[in-house]
């Protein structure tokens, strides 16, 4: 243990507790936030719960990577939405997530951060967050779960790889609970207005994503399961969440789901 490492406060549970609409849960411990809050949306559970845990012990990215926290060193939580809009827009709700992100880092006095392509919050090229969208069939209809996972005050050998960062590390120490406060008041302000546009994007939420993916523009390198690569410049966000990439005067559309790794060329 670093004997100079600044102590790591629990969350506030009485700040929490009046955050409305949410209804906020803290436990000390979880395997995975998300795994838990989908088995819950199947038992029934209402739109609006969000689990935080302290502890994150087997969490899940996208592809089933996993991720784990130290205690009290990063924000973890999984959000419970039920969506009145068609199964076509909801492809955009891992990009919604992170403008969210984003928006609230901000607030809580963070850095400015740019969102890569499908999944990751960074700063200065370093992934600072990481998302994960599911939808769960439930008796009452389907569900998303919104997993968030954002490193506040690791340091650098606690960071799972040279390519992460934390808010700490970028000079910009946050209070937790602060920092959970403005992400969830910036998410329900973009989901209240995705969802009042009936879930297209062209009202507001492709504008806003666009202006903070710094994917876009670059030239990437497209890594997908068949083994197969494709190389050329990102040139935006179809309407669908799909990124459009420029290969040899062909513009191809690839969707997250079929995606391993968005990576910059050269």
């Given at each position: 243990?670093?004997?100079?490492?600044?102590?790591?406060?629990?969350?506030?549970?009485v700040?929490?507790?009046?955050?409305?609409?949410?209804?906020v849960?803290?436990?000390?411990?979880?395997?995975?936030t998300n795994?838990?809050?989908?088995a819950?949306?199947r038992?029934g559970?209402?739109?609006?719960?969000?689990?935080?845990?302290?502890?994150?012990?087997a969490?899940?990215g996208?592809?089933?990577?996993?991720?784990v926290?130290p205690?009290r060193?990063?924000l973890t939580?999984?959000?419970?939405?039920?969506?009145?809009?068609?199964?076509?827009?909801?492809p955009?709700?891992?990009?919604?997530?992170?403008?969210?992100?984003v928006?609230?880092v901000?607030?809580a006095?963070?850095?400015?951060?740019?969102?890569?392509?499908?999944?990751?919050?960074?700063?200065?090229?370093?992934?600072v967050?990481?998302?994960?969208a599911?939808?769960?069939?439930?008796?009452?209809?389907?569900?998303?779960?919104?997993?968030?996972?954002?490193?506040v005050?690791?340091?650098?050998?606690?960071?799972?790889?040279?390519?992460a960062t934390?808010?700490?590390?970028?000079?910009?120490?946050v209070?937790?609970?602060?920092?959970?406060?403005?992400?969830?008041?910036?998410?329900?302000?973009?989901?209240?207005?995705?969802?009042?546009?009936?879930?297209?994007?062209?009202?507001?939420?492709?504008a806003?994503?666009?202006?903070?993916?710094?994917?876009?523009?670059?030239?990437?390198?497209?890594?997908?399961?068949?083994?197969e690569?494709?190389e050329?410049r990102?040139?935006?966000v179809?309407?669908?969440?799909?990124?459009?990439?420029?290969?040899?005067?062909r513009t191809?559309?690839?969707?997250?789901?079929?995606?391993?790794?968005?990576?910059p060329?050269?």
């Open positions: 243990m670093n004997p100079q490492r600044p102590p790591r406060p629990p969350l506030d549970l700040t929490l507790q009046g955050l409305a609409p949410w209804r849960e803290v436990v000390e411990e979880s395997p995975s795994a838990e809050l989908v819950r949306a038992e559970a209402p739109e609006g719960l969000v689990l935080v845990t302290e502890h994150q012990t969490g899940r996208r592809l089933d990577r996993v991720w926290t205690p060193a990063a939580f999984s959000v419970l939405l039920r969506p009145a809009v068609a199964d076509r827009w909801w955009w709700l891992p990009l919604l997530t992170g403008v969210a992100v928006e609230g901000r607030a006095g963070g850095p400015a951060c740019g969102l890569k392509w499908p999944n990751d919050v960074q700063v200065d090229g370093r992934k967050a990481g998302l994960l599911e939808r769960v069939e439930t008796p009452t209809g389907p569900a998303a779960v919104l997993g968030i996972g954002l490193n005050s690791q340091e650098r050998e606690e960071l799972p790889v040279p390519t934390s808010l700490a590390l970028e000079g910009a120490p209070d937790r609970t602060r920092l959970l406060c403005a992400v969830l008041d910036a998410l329900v302000g973009q989901v209240e207005a995705w969802v009042a546009a009936g879930g297209d994007p062209s009202h507001q939420l492709a806003a994503y666009a202006e903070r993916c710094v994917t876009v523009g670059q030239q990437v390198r497209v890594h997908l399961p068949s083994e690569l494709l050329g990102a040139t935006g179809d309407t669908g969440g799909s990124l459009l990439v420029e290969v040899d005067g191809v559309a690839v969707s997250a789901g079929d995606v391993v790794h968005v990576r060329a050269g």
